[in-house]
């Protein structure tokens, strides 16, 4: 592990140093690396391996607020700076699929591919409604509080992170309602890959309709499997990544 100062704070990166090509792996909301550790070492095997603690979250800082999409999509840019990297795949869970996408906005000639696991480009109202929930939790009752407005008032759920932070974060997923990435996404041409869990609350749908926009998109409903595919169905994440990585160069 090493901490690496990214604009206007620091973050806890792990780097399996070597390996082609480079994958940037962005985990989701009130997560940490560590959700990676299960495809992490086998990823090794197939390229440089990059992961790190999102802005307010696990062991990362937490600069003054509020935050847009686009300072996490720096913070990824940031990243790839800090190791002098020029490109990478980015892999992204969730929230961390929804910064990858930014990013691909953003910055198309640092992103070389995208694999996203169970993400969103737009959300509803009562969606956006729930992510106010949560910051306000968050700002109120700290990490327990953030606990209890996703996992349940009995959760036991332990958060790590900065729940101001993390309240920040949160709002920039409330932005999907009003400023929607779904229309900007026939701007991305590098090729795509949606991996989605039949019974991910985030739905098959959300990914469907982010597949509908795209040039160059694979997508893959995994039966029976819910929102942390890459925990719950390592070998099957692996395996999709090695049929669709096969005979691209990154």
Not at 121 to 128: D, F, H, I, R, Y
Request: aromatic share 4%; proline share 5%.
């Amino acid at each position: 592990m090493q901490r690496l100062r990214v604009g206007a704070t620091e973050l806890r990166v792990d780097d399996s140093a070597t390996g082609s090509p480079n994958l940037l792996c962005l985990h989701g909301l009130v997560d940490t690396l560590e959700i990676w550790d299960r495809v992490a070492e086998p990823l090794a095997e197939r390229g440089r391996v990059v992961r790190y603690d999102q802005r307010g979250h696990g062991e990362s800082g937490a600069p003054a607020g509020p935050y847009a999409r686009a300072d996490l999509a720096d913070d990824a840019i940031g990243v790839l700076d800090a190791l002098a990297l020029d490109r990478a795949v980015f892999v992204g869970h969730s929230m961390g699929g929804i910064v990858s996408m930014a990013a691909a906005l953003a910055y198309p000639d640092r992103v070389a591919g995208l694999v996203l696991l169970g993400t969103a480009s737009q959300c509803s109202e009562k969606v956006a409604a729930w992510y106010e929930r949560i910051a306000l939790a968050g700002e109120t009752d700290g990490n327990a509080g953030l606990a209890r407005a996703i996992y349940g008032e009995k959760s036991r759920t332990r958060i790590a992170g900065d729940a101001a932070g993390v309240a920040h974060v949160t709002r920039t997923l409330k932005s999907l309602f009003d400023d929607p990435l779904t229309p900007k996404l026939e701007q991305i041409s590098c090729p795509v890959l949606l991996l989605v869990g039949e019974k991910d609350p985030m739905g098959p749908k959300a990914s469907k309709i982010i597949a509908s926009k795209l040039a160059d998109a694979e997508l893959e409903v995994v039966p029976g499997c819910g929102h942390w595919i890459h925990v719950d169905e390592p070998d099957v994440t692996l395996g999709a990544l090695d049929r669709w990585m096969k005979g691209k160069t990154f």
